[in-house]
């Protein structure tokens, strides 16, 4: 079982930056894909990128590749997204998430555990 925090969440102008962090309990977090999702008002839950197991394969939504940055310490049991060049459609509520021997997917449904959620604003 593993239990996710995020955190790192917040307010920022267009074109600024914010880090992201999902903080992991457990002995068997290296196990796991880990991936973030987000959720803006009136909309669906959608994937933004992914770190996977075991290769540590990374894969990012259209949305976000270039722009956002996935990273995993696994002696610290973190998973970082950094987010750059924000804009006013990533406004959202992000969510970690994480599926225990398997591999990166873009799907919510498959992945077991989630975290509470942190919030992004990007003002125009």
């Known amino acids: 079982q593993v239990q996710l925090v995020e955190s790192g969440g917040g307010l920022v102008q267009a074109g600024g930056s914010l880090r992201l962090s999902c903080a992991a309990s457990g002995r068997t977090f290296s196990q796991y894909t880990v991936g973030w999702f987000r959720q803006a008002p009136g909309k669906e839950r959608e994937f933004a990128a992914a770190v996977g197991w075991p290769s540590g394969f990374i894969y990012y939504a259209d949305s976000v590749r270039a722009r956002f940055t996935i990273s995993r310490d696994s002696a610290k049991k973190t998973v970082t997204l950094q987010m750059n060049s924000l804009k006013p459609e990533d406004t959202a509520v992000y969510y970690c998430?994480?599926?225990?021997?398997?591999?990166?997917?873009?799907?919510?449904?498959?992945?077991?555990?989630w975290g509470q959620g942190t919030q992004v604003t990007v003002s125009s």
């Open positions: 998430a994480a599926r225990l021997l398997a591999p990166v997917s873009r799907t919510s449904d498959e992945y077991q555990h």
